[in-house]
């Protein structure tokens, strides 16, 4: 054929996902995939400012049809998780009212905040999703904060067992630790949502 474009045709449907639970329809993947992260973070001790230099994420996402986008959704995720485990807070007054609904005040990470992130795959074929693959969208966020719980951690020898992993937080758990003589520093808050 010469003239006009090569049009090609296909659809997939997913087998039944969810169950009866309320939010059960959300569930749009047959096939998620699976992830383990690892992090080196740097915490200055008078501030408790955590810096993360290196991530390392190894993820089982199925057939990669496109190995470059692959990476840029995990290293988009791992932005959007670092920026929920360490300063995004919405802060409230007694009334209710949100204090902090700028940008000015409402802390987000920025390109300079990024660490190098190593993205490595694990081969594999799922056969409940199409041409084998799996989901790489949010699942990618999921293995962030606990990664970076465990980095403060395995740095510093304090827990900070609430989000954002804050500064302050990580200050006080400091503080908390020089004042038991080295013991465990813990900071416990709210549950997480």
């Known amino acids: 054929m010469t003239k006009g474009p090569l049009i090609g045709k296909g659809s997939y449907t997913p087998p039944k996902l969810g169950g009866t639970f309320?939010?059960?329809?959300?569930?749009?993947?047959p096939a998620y995939s699976f992830a383990a992260?690892?992090?080196?973070?740097e915490i200055d001790e008078e501030t408790g400012e955590v810096k993360v230099l290196d991530v390392?994420?190894?993820?089982?996402?199925?057939t990669v049809i496109n190995p470059s986008l692959l990476h840029a959704q995990v290293h988009g995720a791992l932005f959007m998780g670092m920026g929920e485990s360490i300063w995004e807070e919405v802060k409230f007054d007694d009334k209710g009212r949100i204090l902090n609904a700028n940008l000015s005040e409402y802390r987000l990470p920025t390109a300079l905040d990024m660490p190098r992130v190593h993205s490595q795959?694990?081969?594999?074929?799922?056969?409940?999703?199409?041409?084998?693959?799996?989901?790489?969208?949010?699942g990618a966020t999921l293995p962030t904060m606990g990664c970076f719980r465990n980095a403060i951690?395995?740095?510093?020898?304090?827990?900070?067992?609430?989000?954002?992993?804050g500064y302050e937080k990580v200050w006080r758990a400091l503080k908390e630790k020089r004042e038991r003589g080295n013991g465990l520093g813990v900071i416990d808050?709210?549950?997480v949502a």
């Open 22 to 29: 309320k939010g059960a329809a959300v569930g749009t993947s």
């Open 37 to 41: 992260q690892v992090s080196e973070v």
């Open 56 to 62: 390392w994420d190894v993820h089982d996402c199925g």
């Open 121 to 138: 795959l694990v081969e594999s074929y799922e056969p409940a999703g199409p041409w084998g693959v799996k989901e790489v969208g949010e």
């Open 153 to 165: 951690f395995d740095a510093m020898g304090v827990s900070v067992d609430s989000l954002p992993l």
């Open 189 to 191: 808050g709210p549950p």
